[in-house]
């Protein structure tokens, strides 16, 4: 089955976020107290938390590590029973429902982010980053390729 064209910049832009993810996530985690070489400690004040090991798990599984899972799901199509029954609901295969779900996700962090913290290039990146995340999985020819 040939897979839509709009998919390949879906993918390109999962994989941005991924990479962003990670070089956030692992820094903070690396060095909790200052969160790492980005030393946001200046941050950490205006944070709910006492260090930045729960935001560097965040970003690294949920920013990092996720966006990943759902490339290969996107491109692959692995068949999956378990993580198919979780998703039946949707009427489209897993990852595609995930994939805005992953939107959602963004939308809340960054809101609450922005809320905290105020808005910064970072901020503005990753909202841009969702949009176009939503934009690709939502065409035509990529939501009906992942139709069940």
Same mark, same amino acid.
């Given at each position: 089955?040939?897979? !839509?064209?709009?998919?390949? !910049?879906?993918?390109?832009?999962?994989?941005?976020?991924?990479?962003?993810?990670?070089?956030?996530?692992?820094?903070?985690?690396?060095?909790? *107290?200052?969160?790492?070489?980005?030393?946001? *400690?200046?941050?950490? !004040?205006?944070?709910?938390?006492?260090?930045?090991?729960?935001?560097? /798990?965040?970003?690294?599984?949920?920013?990092?590590?996720?966006?990943?899972?759902?490339?290969?799901? /996107?491109? *692959?199509?692995?068949?999956?029973?378990?993580?198919?029954?979780?998703?039946? @609901?949707?009427?489209?295969?897993? *990852? @595609?429902?995930?994939? /805005?779900?992953?939107?959602?996700?963004?939308?809340?962090?960054?809101?609450?982010?922005?809320?905290?913290?105020?808005?910064?290039?970072?901020?503005?990146?990753?909202?841009?980053?969702?949009?176009?995340?939503?934009?690709?999985?939502?065409?035509?020819?990529?939501?009906?390729?992942?139709?069940?």
């Amino acid at each position: 089955m040939r897979r !839509p064209s709009m998919l390949w !910049p879906l993918v390109l832009v999962l994989l941005f976020l991924a990479l962003g993810g990670f070089s956030g996530g692992i820094p903070m985690l690396a060095d909790p *107290a200052n969160g790492g070489y980005l030393q946001f *400690a200046d941050l950490l !004040p205006l944070l709910p938390v006492s260090n930045f090991i729960l935001p560097g /798990l965040f970003l690294l599984l949920g920013m990092g590590l996720f966006p990943l899972i759902l490339t290969y799901a /996107l491109i *692959a199509r692995p068949d999956w029973p378990w993580v198919d029954k979780l998703f039946q @609901w949707s009427k489209h295969y897993w *990852a @595609w429902t995930a994939t /805005l779900m992953l939107v959602v996700i963004i939308a809340i962090w960054l809101a609450y982010e922005g809320w905290v913290l105020g808005w910064w290039p970072i901020t503005y990146a990753t909202a841009v980053i969702g949009f176009f995340i939503l934009l690709f999985a939502t065409m035509p020819g990529v939501r009906n390729f992942y139709t069940n």
